[in-house]
């Protein structure tokens, strides 16, 4: 287990200034002038929508069907306590089949708020959180019932000691269909990682750990707990979290599908890093396809080798700074560049916020980050995104007037756009450069050859063809007519 300290970054310390003067709704000046990062149109009203429980509550995360259907699950502020649950169409309304308004309030036993969700490859959706100090689980059917089939009528509790208070705030779904929920498990002063592992009919999974249970105390740290659960294309499991001993550090556990630690990540299952004087806390985990592991959070974004090591090659020593909002997940492009969810705060208020990095961590340039006020004056905050094939990225939190959000909110951006090729055959070079411009394409290799029908001056053939879908900015190769050879 390695303990790593790295100087803070200040690439972005000029974006403070940048948001100060654009203020809420605004679009960072890219290279590029597109709609990429804008709000879609097409969801919502003009690519927001927000849902009120009645009391003070907000969406902590989101899982999109594949129906594009979008579930989003969270807690509230204040009394009464409740699994949350809501439900929105592909063009972002509610969607009446769920529960008949598109909203679900469960009552898992006492206070209860709902942490993490996904979705079964059936469509049945795995709800992790807390309820009176355990662990707590529900899954529903597609209709918004409760599962019978799982626990006791579609909800389980576990506890994983005596007298202790344990909570889960993440939620992973392995390909056999068993359920791991992660979290911390707290008996005294002292809170340590947990996780805990269930069969398909919610009951603790004997195979894993003692008795369905694994207990990860973090050495020489005292306020441990887990924020983000992933499975490796290997079967393994990991966690991704914080020790709150002091100054915060990003702590990084991986463990063998029996429960145990790994030890190829950092020789003994465990990485840690550090960054005083910053505070991390982080709050998000993706593993990129070459097995780095991303962990986002408040105070930037940290990235470690497939070994627990930092990856110094990532920001400045393996850290990205994002100085302009608290960041609270990542979404991996296709390209391997990241795009960044996460609340900016001015005036006392905050804003949904994205914005894009690089595949090594640097601000990219080429993108035009989002900083969206969902109402005059509200205070929004998001707490979690999901990239949909399409390149759109559905953004999830809460909006309302007060200190602390009040509704459920969700925006649609445009995050990715591509290129899909005109047919430019018969124009101009200089008509087909601005249709190519405008599809977000460009002029690759030139050429020029004879032709006996297309008139001298314009594009004879295009190579690829019209409506082939492209990365942003790919080039498209022209042939031009030099007339008719004589």
């Known amino acids: 287990m390695a303990y790593v300290g790295v100087a803070r970054d200040s690439a972005w310390t000029a974006c403070v200034q940048l948001l100060a003067a654009l203020g809420a709704g605004a679009v960072f000046a890219g290279a590029l002038p597109a709609a990429r990062g804008e709000l879609d149109p097409t969801f919502g009203t003009g690519g927001k929508v927000t849902s009120d429980f009645g009391g003070s509550e907000f969406g902590r995360a989101v899982a999109v069907q594949r129906d594009r259907r979008v579930v989003v699950v969270g807690e509230r502020w204040k009394e009464p306590f409740d699994f949350l649950l809501a439900r929105y169409t592909a063009n972002g309304e509610l969607d009446p089949s769920f ?12 206070a209860s708020g709902a942490s993490d969700v996904d979705i079964q490859r059936d469509g049945k959706i795995v709800v992790a959180g807390w309820s009176v100090g355990s662990f707590a689980l529900a899954r529903y059917e597609q209709d918004g019932s409760l599962d019978a089939t799982f626990g006791e009528g579609g909800k389980v509790r576990t506890t994983f000691r005596p007298g202790s208070i344990d909570g889960a705030y993440a939620v992973a779904l392995q390909i056999d269909g068993k359920i791991v929920a992660g979290g911390r498990t707290r008996a005294g ?48 499991l990991v966690a ?20 145990s630690l790994d030890t190829s990540l950092d020789g003994d299952g465990i990485a840690v890093a550090s960054f005083k004087p910053i505070d991390m806390v982080p709050q998000h985990l993706a593993v ?52 960044t969810i996460g609340t900016s705060f001015s005036g006392g208020t905050g804003d949904f916020s994205v914005a894009r990095l690089t595949a090594d961590g640097r601000r990219d340039d080429n993108y035009e980050g989002v900083v969206t006020d969902l109402s005059s ?14 390149g759109k990225l559905i953004v999830a939190g809460g909006t309302g ?16 756009v591509h290129c899909v090729a005109p047919n430019v055959r018969g124009r101009t070079l200089a ?15 030139v050429k020029r ?29 022209l042939v031009i007519s030099r007339g008719r050879k004589r």
């Open 288 to 339: 990129q396809r070459d097995g780095k592991l991303l962990v986002p959070g408040y105070g930037g974004i940290v990235r470690f080798t497939s070994n627990g090591s930092l990856d110094r090659t990532f920001g400045r020593g393996g850290r990205a700074d994002m100085c302009c909002f608290d960041t609270a997940a990542a979404a991996i492009q296709p390209d391997g560049k990241i795009l």
């Open 189 to 236: 002063a002292a809170s340590a990682f947990a996780l805990a592992r269930y069969g398909p009919d919610g009951r603790l999974d004997p195979s894993f750990g003692s008795g369905g249970r694994v207990i990860t105390p973090i050495p020489g740290r005292g306020l441990d707990r887990v924020f983000a659960l992933a499975v490796q294309p290997d079967g393994k």
């Open 240 to 259: 991704a979290g914080g020790s709150f001993e002091g100054d915060s550090e990003v702590v990084l556990t991986r463990y063998n599908q029996d429960g």
């Open 449 to 477: 050859a004879y032709s006996q029908r297309v008139k001298k001056g314009r594009i004879i053939s295009q190579r690829p063809g019209p409506r082939a879908r492209l990365p942003e900015l790919a080039k498209i190769q």
């Open 431 to 445: 008509v087909a450069r601005s249709m190519l411009s405008r599809a977000r394409c460009r002029v690759g290799a």
């Open 401 to 416: 007037r007060a200190r602390e959000p009040e509704d459920f909110a969700v925006a649609r951006y445009v995050a990715v």
């Open 99 to 110: 529960d008949g308004d598109g909203k679900v309030v469960t009552d898992v036993g006492g």
């Open 377 to 390: 004056g509200s205070n929004d905050q998001a707490f979690d995104g999901v990239l949909l094939p399409d």
